[in-house]
């Protein structure tokens, strides 16, 4: 089995543990693979059909500091700030620290409701890019939630209804999949350690394929209410061979008392 929710959200800081694959009698069709048939992850990137970059399949986050701390940076961030370190506003950082004293008790993630754009893809569950015409489709199994990036022209929403998920529109610059995306409710936090997030948020995100199974998402977070400036951190992706997105129930056999949340 993945690491339960109580691993993820509520201890937090613990090791993440090892997935286990499933469907070990099917493994993944029409992947390069070496002689002793394990999938070649260093392999040449696919393309479509019109020569881009094929970002498709599924992929999970490799990188555990991120389960914690999504402002966790390699080098440093857009901003020139230091790793770990990103440019609260006053109430921001306030709330952050809040946040951080109560051990997440209020996080939503603990209560089964989904974390929102960027940190949906940073969890280290596994997640399935779909391109077809006109949209990119992608299927996360934490939380059995979707999006739909749209990449047929259209404009974001000026007036959204605002949601978790967002509105995300996609396009390709170079050999990077660029998605904005806006719209949200401004409830989600932005990590377990709780940077929060405001309806003022937007989202952008370039998924790079550096091989066949290796991907780097970039994801700045422009959010001017909450924060003095933008700020970027890299999360890399790695291709998830001869296994399948899996039933998630957040709930499910839940072992932990029930905290309310905060009204």
């Given at each position: 089995?993945?690491?339960?929710?109580?691993?993820?959200?509520?201890?937090?800081?613990?090791?993440?543990?090892?997935?286990?694959?499933?469907?070990?009698?099917?493994?993944?069709?029409?992947?390069?693979?070496?002689?002793?048939?394990?999938?070649?992850?260093?392999?040449?990137?696919?393309?479509?059909?019109?020569?881009?970059?094929?970002?498709?399949?599924?992929?999970?986050?490799?990188?555990?500091?991120?389960?914690?701390?999504?402002?966790?940076?390699?080098?440093?961030?857009?901003?020139?700030?230091?790793?770990?370190?990103?440019?609260?506003?006053?109430?921001?950082?306030?709330?952050?620290?809040?946040?951080?004293a109560s051990d997440g008790r209020d996080?939503?993630?603990?209560?089964?409701?989904?974390?929102?754009?960027?940190?949906?893809?940073?969890?280290?569950?596994?997640?399935?890019?779909?391109?077809?015409?006109?949209?990119?489709?992608?299927?996360?199994?934490?939380?059995?939630?979707?999006?739909?990036?749209?990449?047929?022209?259209?404009?974001?929403?000026?007036?959204?209804?605002?949601?978790?998920?967002?509105?995300?529109?996609?396009?390709?610059?170079?050999?990077?999949?660029?998605?904005?995306?806006?719209?949200?409710?401004?409830?989600?936090?932005?990590?377990?350690?709780?940077?929060?997030?405001?309806?003022?948020?937007?989202?952008?995100?370039?998924?790079?394929?550096?091989?066949?199974?290796?991907?780097?998402?970039?994801?700045?977070?422009?959010?001017?209410?909450?924060?003095?400036?933008?700020?970027?951190?890299?999360?890399?992706?790695?291709?998830?061979?001869?296994?399948?997105?899996?039933?998630?129930?957040?709930?499910?056999?839940?072992?932990?008392?029930?905290?309310?949340?905060?009204?």
């Open positions: 089995m993945r690491p339960t929710l109580a691993v993820l959200v509520l201890s937090a800081l613990g090791a993440i543990p090892a997935m286990a694959a499933q469907w070990l009698d099917h493994p993944t069709p029409n992947i390069p693979r070496l002689a002793d048939g394990r999938p070649d992850l260093a392999a040449p990137v696919p393309r479509l059909p019109d020569g881009k970059i094929d970002i498709s399949g599924l992929w999970v986050a490799t990188a555990e500091p991120y389960v914690v701390n999504t402002s966790t940076e390699r080098d440093r961030n857009e901003s020139g700030l230091e790793p770990g370190k990103v440019p609260f506003k006053p109430w921001a950082e306030t709330l952050f620290r809040q946040r951080l996080d939503p993630s603990a209560h089964c409701v989904t974390g929102g754009v960027p940190r949906v893809s940073v969890i280290p569950y596994p997640f399935r890019i779909i391109t077809i015409p006109g949209k990119v489709v992608v299927l996360y199994e934490i939380y059995q939630v979707w999006r739909e990036i749209f990449t047929d022209g259209r404009q974001l929403p000026a007036d959204p209804n605002p949601t978790w998920m967002g509105y995300s529109i996609g396009r390709w610059e170079g050999n990077s999949f660029v998605v904005r995306s806006s719209g949200f409710n401004g409830k989600a936090w932005l990590d377990p350690e709780g940077r929060p997030s405001t309806t003022a948020m937007a989202v952008t995100e370039r998924f790079r394929r550096k091989d066949f199974g290796h991907m780097d998402l970039e994801v700045t977070i422009d959010d001017p209410k909450a924060y003095d400036d933008r700020w970027t951190v890299m999360v890399p992706l790695t291709y998830f061979a001869d296994t399948e997105l899996l039933e998630y129930v957040c709930n499910e056999n839940n072992k932990y008392p029930r905290v309310p949340l905060a009204r």
